[in-house]
């Protein structure tokens, strides 16, 4: 006998469902807390020149998790859930970049992240028996550690840890760890060469 069809979804969510959902994922602290960032961001994301730069600075040392040191945000840089974020000295991130928190997001020092790229921590559930905009998040945290850039146009996925030393090529789809010292490039990204000088790590 013929399986039993699977009845397929209906059709998308409604906003209702939507935002039952969201406040299903957030407590009301997580939703006072975004809110002042995201309406306290938007005061300062376009501003421009070093003065800019100063202003982001002080913002998210105040709304981090962590920020050990001076951080050069350039204008247009979106970062979203930054209560999650932890970052160590002389970070970086360039215009257009997209950087969320949600899952937790851990960075060490010297971290570059290029002009529009993007560092996501969280999946949406995607079972197939519903909308994937009805169905939950799935948070897993990343970990990148010190000396790493992140090229133009870049995709960090949830989950994956960056390792000390590494460069992602513009472009690249990093959906699996990365070893120290090594570039990467590629949609999914694979190694491309290890940096010259790299110092020897015990395996
Ligand atoms: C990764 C990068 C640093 C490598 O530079 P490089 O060492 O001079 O690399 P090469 O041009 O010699 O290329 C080496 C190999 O990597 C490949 N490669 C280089 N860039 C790549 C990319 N973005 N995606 C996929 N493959 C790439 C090349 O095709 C070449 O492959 P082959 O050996 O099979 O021919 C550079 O290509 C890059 O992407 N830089 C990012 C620039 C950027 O985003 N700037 C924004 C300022 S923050």
């Given at each position: 006998m013929d399986e039993p069809k699977p009845r397929p979804p209906e059709g998308p969510a409604n906003p209702a469902?939507?935002?039952?959902?969201?406040?299903?994922?957030?407590?009301?602290?997580?939703?006072?807390?975004?809110?002042?960032?995201?309406?306290?961001?938007?005061?300062?994301?376009?501003?421009?020149?070093?003065?800019?730069?100063?202003?982001?600075?002080?913002?998210?040392?105040?709304?981090?998790?962590?920020?050990?040191?001076?951080?050069?945000?350039?204008?247009?840089?979106?970062?979203?859930?930054?209560?999650?974020?932890?970052?160590?000295?002389?970070?970086?991130?360039?215009?257009?970049?997209?950087?969320?928190?949600?899952?937790?997001?851990?960075?060490?020092?010297?971290?570059?992240?290029?002009?529009?790229?993007?560092?996501?921590?969280?999946?949406?559930?995607?079972?197939?028996?519903?909308?994937?905009?009805?169905?939950?998040?799935?948070?897993?945290?990343?970990?990148?550690?010190?000396?790493?850039?992140?090229?133009?146009?870049?995709?960090?996925?949830?989950?994956?840890?960056?390792?000390?030393?590494?460069?992602?090529?513009?472009?690249?789809?990093?959906?699996?760890?990365?070893?120290?010292?090594?570039?990467?490039?590629?949609?999914?990204?694979?190694?491309?060469?290890?940096?010259?000088?790299?110092?020897?790590?015990?395996?």
């Amino acid at each position: 006998m013929d399986e039993p069809k699977p009845r397929p979804p209906e059709g998308p969510a409604n906003p209702a469902t939507i935002i039952r959902n969201f406040l299903a994922e957030h407590s009301i602290g997580d939703v006072f807390r975004l809110k002042v960032e995201q309406y306290l961001g938007a005061l300062v994301r376009g501003f421009p020149g070093f003065v800019g730069v100063g202003l982001r600075y002080g913002l998210y040392k105040i709304l981090f998790k962590r920020l050990d040191g001076f951080a050069f945000i350039y204008a247009g840089a979106r970062l979203d859930h930054v209560r999650g974020i932890q970052a160590g000295r002389a970070l970086s991130i360039n215009c257009g970049a997209f950087i969320s928190g949600r899952g937790g997001l851990t960075m060490g020092n010297g971290v570059l992240i290029g002009p529009n790229a993007v560092v996501v921590t969280t999946e949406h559930s995607f079972a197939g028996d519903r909308p994937v905009s009805e169905q939950g998040h799935e948070l897993r945290p990343v970990t990148i550690g010190d000396d790493v850039w992140i090229g133009a146009n870049a995709v960090i996925l949830a989950g994956v840890s960056v390792a000390t030393g590494t460069v992602i090529a513009a472009g690249a789809v990093v959906g699996k760890d990365t070893e120290a010292y090594t570039i990467v490039g590629g949609v999914p990204a694979r190694v491309l060469g290890r940096r010259e000088g790299a110092p020897r790590l015990p395996s």
